[in-house]
T-cell receptor
Framework: ETGVTQTPRHLVMGMTNKKSLKCEQH?????MYWYKQSAKKPLELMFV???????ENNSVPSRFSPECPNSSHLFLHLHTLQPEDSALYLC???????????FGPGTRLTVL | EDKVVQSPLSLVVHEGDTVTLNCSYE??????LLWYKQEKKAPTFLFML????IEKKSGRLSSILDKKELFSILNITATQTGDSAIYLC????????????FGKGTKLSVIP
């Protein structure tokens, strides 16, 4: 498998559930990203990890908790979400901060 | 605050037409401008532009950057229905920053 993969592709959860999104990149990149894409809004950067260290956190609510165990894997742990958190969550990776970011297919999240 | 504005927000053309999509930006310490095509979910990379006046070309798609006037255009000639997608413009700024600022995108619909 090549590129950036994400699982699950679709997720429906209640506000009291706990779930996790998974991202894996097979490109040998050092940096990984979580983005949120809501209808009619630009992609919003949530978190950045470089060499497993978090380098950016764009004021994301604590109900979103990222984890990066190694340079190839990135998780987004979700708990007590709100309906307004329903969106497409995209993972991306790049070699470093100067390079092109390559995106995964996304997880379509619906919070009931 | 960094800002990226794309126009038009949506566009409907007939197959064979030529289209020009616009992206203007206001950022501090410009580093690069990227174009992506988003058909269903994953944005796919098209071009990265860093220097003014140098056209990048891939098949029927081409793009150019004007760093003096702070904008870029994406041209698509002889459009096909497969070109229907949302085209995203993103700008990277700052040395050492992983942040990309995205525009809202232009939704292109090519009808037979």
């Amino acid at each position: 498998e090549t590129g950036v993969t994400q699982t699950p592709r679709h997720l429906v959860m209640g506000m009291t559930n706990k779930k996790s999104l998974k991202c894996e990149q097979h490109l040998g990149h050092n940096a990984m990203y979580w983005y949120k894409q809501s209808a009619k809004k630009p992609l919003e950067l949530m978190f950045v990890y470089n060499f497993k260290e978090q380098t950016e956190n764009n004021s994301v609510p604590s109900r979103f908790s990222p984890e990066c165990p190694n340079s190839s894997h990135l998780f987004l742990h979700l708990h007590t979400l709100q309906p307004e958190d329903s969106a497409l969550y995209l993972c991306a990776s790049s070699q470093d901060w100067r390079d092109t970011q390559y995106f995964g297919p996304g997880t379509r999240l619906t919070v009931l | 605050e960094d800002k990226v504005v794309q126009s038009p927000l949506s566009l409907v053309v007939h197959e064979g037409d030529t289209v020009t999509l616009n992206c203007s930006y206001e950022v501090t310490n410009f580093r690069s401008l990227l174009w992506y095509k988003q058909e269903k979910k994953a944005p796919t990379f098209l071009f990265m532009l860093t220097s003014s006046g140098i056209e990048k070309k891939s098949g029927r798609l081409s793009s150019i950057l004007d760093k003096k006037e702070l904008f870029s255009i994406l041209n698509i000639t002889a459009t096909q229905t497969g070109d229907s997608a949302i085209y995203l413009c993103a700008v990277g700024s700052g040395a050492g920053s992983y942040q990309l600022t995205f525009g809202k995108g232009t939704k292109l619909s090519v009808i037979p």
